[in-house]
């Protein structure tokens, strides 16, 4: 099922954090925590965050937690609250009765009861969950539901084939289905809810418009699994490059699997069809589509293997990009890559994943360009990690080419940034880059480490940069602020704070707010949804 998002409306800080620090929401069934200090926010976050549980305050400023309640309701009207008040206040209490609250808890809380109502919350959300799966109620959720179930090896078929028929889709025996994958060129992670959003609905459309139907949904690593039934032959391959158009922004290629007639076989074509994605890794050409060489059920029942050849292994060509970037020549270096590109899709020797695992070897060369020559903007250790994990996610080698070209730019140009600003300028950001995570970094342990004067650090670092110390240092912490929000919901905004260098959350809240006009909490919306 759905991961169970929760939302804490409070506006005093020390009991909101009290909530989170005193409950283990993940024992309790909750996946996701968002926070927000008041009622107008909480609107602005659930924009996003979709809660299925609200815990919120009852009286606070700007708009109370009845005011909200209700225009979440309207919205989400399968929420759950939990309103907290320090007050005995009947008509509160009324209009909470109204709302149909799953618990009034006193303030101060007491962990036992609220952890008990958002127990009942969530047994209360997932019985709700049920029912709207066999009645076929909220149908984008189930159909979601049902494709990542559908691809799934050993999936629970009957379930399925219910909830299927509660959409007015039909499974009649010997019907042709098949599987297709999607995914764009680049990093799975660009692909904002908005546009996965628009990627299923033009697949649904686009099904609809030729007599067949589908459901679909994005798997963790963000391909979208879309399951076609009752398809022509040939017709998923005109219904894709539609499905492109309605998003063009998104860069799409695809795999298509085979046509089977069996639900039990939907996996092993999703399986191929993700296959053929893989083959289209190397297309240099924007949108292509790649069907799997096993194209009916009578092919896919016989045991296919798929072809996977050995990684390229070349270490010369290791050493020959060694070489390169030692000679400090910028053309040079980027023209190497490219044309290690070009011969493995003339070659065709190598598969998307050997492809993958070469360039990151090609990025540990770099990498140790960069710490030979004392540039290295992260943690000893951190740059080879970050850089492997940006290959690693890439769904083309254009994708790929475009993450080491990036690179390639930003290495060479802090060599030409170091000496145009000088030694003490390059080795006084350096040492910023690797300490601003502490928050007791300061001006004298600047000046110590280039062994300059306070005064004369300072003046030098603006003279060069146009920027004060503080400012850079202010700017490299609300870029791992940045950077640790979109690894995901998981981690607490407390810690956030705390390895970015801030002293405490609500320091970091408000230079964070002041640096990119939206709250921390706002900005994790936008880029995890």
Not at 491 to 500: G, L, W
Request: aromatic residues 6%.
């Amino acid at each position: 099922m759905r991961a169970v998002r929760l939302l804490i409306v409070e506006d005093e800080y020390y009991t909101r954090q009290g909530i989170v620090d005193n409950l283990d929401f993940a024992a309790l069934g909750i996946d996701e925590i968002v926070q927000a200090d008041d009622g107008a926010h909480a609107l602005e976050a659930a924009e996003t965050a979709a809660p299925d549980i609200v815990i919120s305050d009852v009286r606070m400023p700007r708009m109370d937690g009845i005011a909200m309640a209700r225009a979440l309701v309207k919205r989400y009207p399968g929420c759950r609250f939990i309103f907290m008040s320090g007050f005995a206040d009947r008509e509160y209490l009324k209009a909470a009765i109204e709302l149909k609250a799953v618990s009034f808890v006193d303030k101060p809380f007491r962990t036992p009861e609220l952890r008990e109502a958002v127990k009942a919350a969530v047994a209360s959300h997932r019985e709700d969950q049920e029912v709207h799966f066999i009645a076929g109620a909220g149908a984008p959720l189930v159909q979601a539901e049902v494709a990542l179930e559908l691809v799934r090896p050993g999936a629970d078929l009957v379930k399925s084939s219910q909830i299927l028929e509660a959409l007015g889709i039909k499974t009649a025996s010997r019907s042709p289905m098949t599987a297709a994958a999607l995914r764009n060129a680049g990093d799975a992670r660009d692909l904002d809810a908005a546009a996965r959003k628009g990627i299923l609905s033009a697949a649904s459309r686009e099904a609809t418009r030729i007599g067949s139907a589908c459901v679909g949904a994005f798997t963790q690593e963000g391909t979208a699994a879309v399951v076609f039934f009752h398809p022509g032959k040939n017709e998923i391959e005109s219904i894709l490059p539609r499905v492109f158009s309605a998003v063009p922004e998104a860069g799409l290629m695809a795999g298509v699997g085979a046509l089977v007639t069996d639900l039990n076989e939907l996996p092993l074509s999703f399986s191929l069809a993700c296959a053929a994605l893989d083959a289209a890794f190397f297309e240099e050409r924007k949108h292509a589509v790649c069907r799997s060489r096993a194209t009916d059920a009578a092919t896919v029942r016989r045991p296919v293997e798929v072809e996977r050849t050995p990684p390229c292994t070349d270490a010369s060509a290791l050493e020959d990009f060694q070489a390169v970037l030692d000679r400090e020549d910028r053309a040079e270096a980027a023209a190497f890559i490219r044309g290690i590109a070009a011969r493995m899709r003339e070659s065709g020797s190598v598969d998307a994943q050997g492809a993958r695992d070469f360039f990151i070897g090609l990025s540990a060369r770099l990498i140790l360009f960069v710490q030979r020559q004392g540039i290295d903007p992260f943690e000893p250790g951190e740059s080879e990690r970050i850089l492997a994990e940006s290959i690693a996610r890439q769904g083309s080698l254009e994708g790929v080419l475009r993450v080491l070209m990036g690179w390639i730019e930003t290495v060479f140009g802090m060599m030409e940034e170091r000496r145009a600003e000088g030694g003490h300028v390059s080795e006084a950001k350096r040492f910023i880059r690797r300490t601003f995570c502490s928050p007791e970094l300061s001006i004298s342990a600047i000046a110590r480490a280039v062994g300059l004067s306070e005064a004369y650090v300072c003046r030098l670092f603006h003279e060069a940069t146009g920027k004060t110390v503080h400012e850079y240092i202010a700017e490299c912490r609300i870029e791992r602020a940045k950077e640790l929000l979109s690894a995901g919901r998981t981690i607490k905004m407390t810690e956030i704070a705390a390895r970015a260098g801030f002293s405490d959350a609500n320091y970091f809240a408000k230079a964070f707010r002041k640096a990119m006009g939206v709250a921390p909490s706002e900005y994790r919306g936008t880029v995890t949804s």
